[in-house]
């Protein structure tokens, strides 16, 4: 467990990292259709949360952020369905731009709480 969930965030840094050197923003780009690196990025995002979270928690939280998923969904389809210029391809855009940052502050909440585990088993805190 020590091992497996420093080496499962090292990868997925990793990954980004690599991916942004090559590619830049902007993975496929043409005049109507552009792919960037966060919706590539995001299934890793999903699976790795949910073995991180299954690591360090002995638990899944994936359903809790799979509520809020939808909760963000339906908030940012309410915003654009208000405004009458809705465009499909903008809202998916920007659900996984939203989607990103979410798993990455899920990632960062977990990797707080490891912290935290190993000072409480390392007898740090108390």
């Known amino acids: ?3 497996l969930a420093p080496l499962l965030i090292t990868i997925t840094i990793a990954s980004y990292a690599v991916l ?10 043409s005049d109507s259709f552009f792919l ?3 919706e590539v990025m995001l299934p890793l995002l999903v699976v790795s949360f949910e073995i991180f979270s299954q690591v360090v928690l002995g638990y899944s939280q994936l359903p809790w952020m799979i509520l809020f998923s939808c909760i ?4 940012l389809l309410l915003v654009k369905k208000g405004n009458h210029e809705f465009s499909l391809r903008q809202y998916l855009y920007q659900f996984f731009s939203l989607e990103f940052l979410v798993f990455v502050m899920g990632h960062l909440l977990l990797v707080i709480q490891y ?10 805190v108390r």
């Open 72 to 75: 963000i969904g339906v908030t």
């Open 20 to 29: 942004k050197y090559y590619f830049g923003t902007r993975i496929y780009f």
């Open 36 to 38: 960037t690196i966060r």
């Open 115 to 124: 912290c935290f585990y190993l000072l409480l088993s390392w007898g740090v």
């Open 1 to 3: 467990m020590f091992l």
